[in-house]
């Protein structure tokens, strides 16, 4: 290969790379801009944002409060406790995503652990009718699911958002799955041979080797459970029982012309989700790269 020819070559890889990097910085900004512009919205007077057209990308600080943080967790009060609706819908959703996180990946976990290494009749049709659950919209069971609650006199509680959920899910099952099959056999034989029953290895062995695709699953479980909006609009009645996404709902209605407001609804919303990404990033990433290469 003549100098020529090489310089061609590396011109060729750096333009290639600049190109990548361009592309991937367009990229980032079409995702982070809407963040840019919810949290200076959020900071913003609302004569600054009902006078300033078009967007003011950098305002000036005397433009700026936090006004519209006070406003949120202040405007609305629950009228049989006097308290916060935001800060009560904070609370509620931690008492029902919490807990059903947790067991609901008790379960899928072995759930997963039973399809992926032990032997049984009928697994392969049962796990099969497993995946076909997936394959149906939520919505088909919702009249029917409503119903049923109804007539248990189950409505307006936390029974129908936290029991079901705790029984697992089918795409957690799934993944979990693919990872445990990946675990070798002859670690298992060995732990039999020393003693180790079923629970013995799925606790001991299982459960510790599993780690990044728990914690990745747990996290997707958790963020499905807090932006969850639909189920507790459904089911939930009472103001002292609303979720935060309920909760702030009556911002973006009653409030709509106060824009700073209902951004400063978003800002909190994110912040619980933001910041269990950004402490357990390593273990997401690693967890679904790890669960892909496994089956």
């Known amino acids: 290969m003549t100098d020529r020819e090489k310089v061609k070559r590396k011109i060729g890889h750096v333009a290639t790379r600049v190109l990548i990097y361009v592309i991937l910085i367009l990229a980032a900004l079409v ?4 963040f840019y512009v919810i949290i200076i919205s959020s900071l913003k007077a609302s004569h600054a944002i009902a006078t300033n057209i078009p967007f003011i990308w950098f305002p ?9 943080y006070g406003n949120l967790f202040t405007s609305y009060s629950i009228i049989e406790t006097g308290k916060s609706m935001v800060l009560t819908g904070i609370q509620n959703t931690f008492i029902i995503v919490l807990p059903t ?12 652990y039973a399809f992926a290494k032990l ?12 995946l076909f659950t997936m394959m149906l919209p939520g919505i088909v069971m919702l009249i029917p699911s409503y119903i049923i609650y109804d007539y248990l006199y189950l409505t307006d509680t936390y029974f129908p958002l936290m029991v079901p959920a705790m029984f697992g899910s089918a795409a957690c099952v799934f993944f979990l799955r693919q990872f445990f099959s990946g675990i070798p056999d002859e670690l298992l034989e060995a732990a ?17 080797l599993s780690l990044p695709a728990l914690f990745a699953q747990a996290i997707l479980g958790f963020v499905a459970g807090y932006n969850d909006y639909l189920a507790p609009l459904i089911y939930i009645v009472s103001e002292k029982k609303y979720t935060l996404q309920i909760a702030l709902q009556f911002f973006s209605g009653g409030n709509l012309k106060d ?33 892909g290469m496994k089956g």
């Open 259 to 291: 824009l700073p407001t209902v951004m400063a609804g978003a800002v909190v919303a994110l912040i619980p989700t933001t910041l269990i990404y950004v402490l357990a990033q390593r273990y997401f990433v690693e967890g679904i790269a790890i669960t």
């Open 119 to 130: 032997r049984f009749h009928l697994k392969n049709l049962m796990f099969s009718l497993l």
């Open 60 to 68: 000036k600080f005397a433009d700026m409060s936090f006004r519209a």
């Open 31 to 34: 995702i982070l801009i809407p």
């Open 192 to 208: 039999k041979l020393d003693g180790m029953g079923y629970f013995g290895i799925y606790w001991a062995i299982m459960l510790p």
């Open 101 to 112: 996180t947790v067991v609901g990946m008790i379960a899928s976990s072995v759930s997963a």
